[in-house]
């Protein structure tokens, strides 16, 4: 019954934004932690950013490039990407946990659970 549904990708130039969009059914994510993971060709699952109750994380390569939000109004989180690379092209996925997890605070997504299906976002000139 819990499900996460992404939009948003594309294709970008570099130097680009786009905003992804995660949205919930089946729960309210008020008292979960989500976070967004990417999974690039030939590369492991990679946590992105983190939103948790006391706060939010980010992976350094992506610091002071994306911006996780909530708007729990509409029970949807928001990952703004700008200043995108080449190296950001990868299948963008969001995943959930409880509020009490840690999985979404460190990157692991072992125990994620829902996940989306995933949007591809391909940054390319």
């Known amino acids: 019954q819990l499900q996460l549904v992404e939009s948003g990708g594309g294709l970008v130039q570099p130097g680009g934004s786009l905003k992804l969009s995660c949205a919930a059914s089946g729960f309210t994510l008020d008292y979960y932690n989500i976070g967004w993971y990417r999974q690039a060709p030939g590369k492991e699952r990679e946590g992105v950013s983190c939103?948790?109750?006391?706060?939010?994380t980010y992976v350094e390569s992506v610091k002071g490039r994306f911006t996780i939000s909530r708007d729990n109004a509409k029970n949807t989180v928001y990952l703004q990407m700008d200043s995108l690379k080449p190296e950001d092209t990868a299948v963008y996925y969001c995943a959930a946990e409880p509020m009490d997890g840690n999985n979404c605070l460190f990157g692991y997504y072992d125990n994620m659970d829902p996940w989306g299906k995933g949007t591809l976002v391909i940054v390319s000139s």
């Open positions: 939103s948790f109750t006391s706060g939010t």
